[in-house]
Every structure is written in C-alpha cells, then in structure tokens.
C-alpha cells in the first residue's frame, strides 16, 4: 500500500487529492511543521536524505518530488485517467504545465514567502532597512514576474475550464497549489478572477473534500 509523508500545510496535499481522485487506497504518516521555523521535523530525513514533503513509499520503492510521485502513481496505478490522450495537442499542454508548477511557478512564490518573512527574523535594530531591502526587491524583481506569471494563467484559463484543455487532469492538480498561494498571498491575484474560480473548483471536488478530511488542516482551502 502507499504510504503518504504527509507535511501539514504543504504540497503533499496534492498527492492525497490524487490519490482519492484514483480511489486507491492509502495511508498517512503525519508530521508537523516546527511552529517558530514553519520547517518539516528532522524525522522526515528518515524517509528521505533532503528531509521534505512530499514523499511517498510503496514497498519497497520510496519517491519523492511531487511531480515524480504524480509521475510514478499515474504510470504504476492510473489506467490511463486523468491525462489526455497521447499524440493530442492536449496532451502536449498537459506536459507542459506538468513541469511548470514547479519549474517555473514555485520559486517565484517561495522567494515571495522568504521575503516576507525575513525582516521578522533579523535584529530588531536593523528591521526596518531589512524591509526596505526586501520591500524593493519584491516591487522591482518578485512581483512584476508574479503578476506576469498570473496573466498568463489567466489567458490560460479563458481558452477552457482547465490548464490542459477541456477535462480535468493532473496539470489542475499540480497547478493547485501554486493557484491556492497566489490566490492568498499575492495582492494581483484579486483581479486574476479565472484563477479564483479555478481554485473555488478544485476544492469543490468531492476527492478534495475527502483528502481535506483525510489529511487534515490546511491553511489554502479557506
């Protein structure tokens, strides 16, 4: 059976949506993010070296990075659902965003979250140059990409309901939580209003709803 290294707050629960969109069955280790660091605990290295969600183990096969979990669970369990047919320009879209919601999408938003973390962490007397320095870094390097990258998600979206084309698929699945933290996190992402109804879809999915209750708390499906 597969076993989910399911992180609170994390990434990983895209991997128990999917799982519950295929009705396989699973099971969860739980771990919780150290509340002053918002780290994964030192345990998680026991499964894997790098110590991050999420990571899955079957047997005795171990994976981790979410695209080559989704990877591996589609080819080893998916029958051929939820990904369009081979040789169709769908398929090709589906490729793509496949790769860019981590390739591409992802370090725009995590540098945006360490950016605005980081003046909380420094000594207070220097604090307010810290955000003055990562302020100018936001409105001059992260944020005209961010609103780019949203843009383009848009114009996306207009072309059909999903990233891939008219059914859904994997790609919505991958482009979940990078929709989820723009939608909470990124001021543009209030005009971005196909990106908003994308994820007000994808947490109505009765297989999200059950891997929410599966997995428990999770700070981007308010």
């Known amino acids: 059976m597969i076993v989910v290294h399911h992180l609170n707050n994390s990434r990983s629960q895209r991997v128990l949506w999917l799982l ?25 290295k026991a499964v894997h070296p790098l110590g991050k969600s999420p990571v899955i183990t079957d047997g005795d096969v171990t994976v981790a990075e979410t695209g080559a979990i989704v990877d591996y669970i589609l080819e080893r369990y998916g029958e051929g659902r939820l990904v369009p ?8 879209r589906w490729r793509y965003w496949m790769h860019y919601a981590e390739g591409s999408a992802m370090p725009l938003l995590v ?6 973390r980081a003046p909380d962490r420094t ?14 870094i936001n409105a001059g390097f992260v944020d005209p990409r961010l609103n780019t990258n949203l843009a383009f998600w848009e114009a996306e979206l207009a072309r059909g309901p999903w990233f891939a084309g008219p059914d859904f698929t994997t790609a919505d699945i991958m482009m979940s939580f990078p929709a989820e933290v723009s939608a909470q996190r990124i001021e543009g992402a209030r005009n971005a209003t196909r990106v908003q109804d994308f994820v007000k879809r994808i947490h109505a999915r009765p297989a ?15």
Do not use: N, Q
């Open 20 to 44: 519950e969109e295929l009705g396989l069955d699973y099971e969860i280790r739980r771990y919780e993010r150290d509340p002053a660091t918002m780290e994964a605990p030192a345990s998680l």
């Open 111 to 116: 540098m945006k979250l360490v950016l605005m």
């Open 123 to 136: 000594p207070a007397l220097i604090r307010p140059l810290a955000r003055k320095i990562t302020g100018a």
């Open 208 to 222: 999200f709803r059950r891997a929410l209750e599966r997995g428990g708390a999770y700070a981007y499906a308010d």
């Open 85 to 92: 047919a081979a040789g169709t320009p769908e398929r090709l």
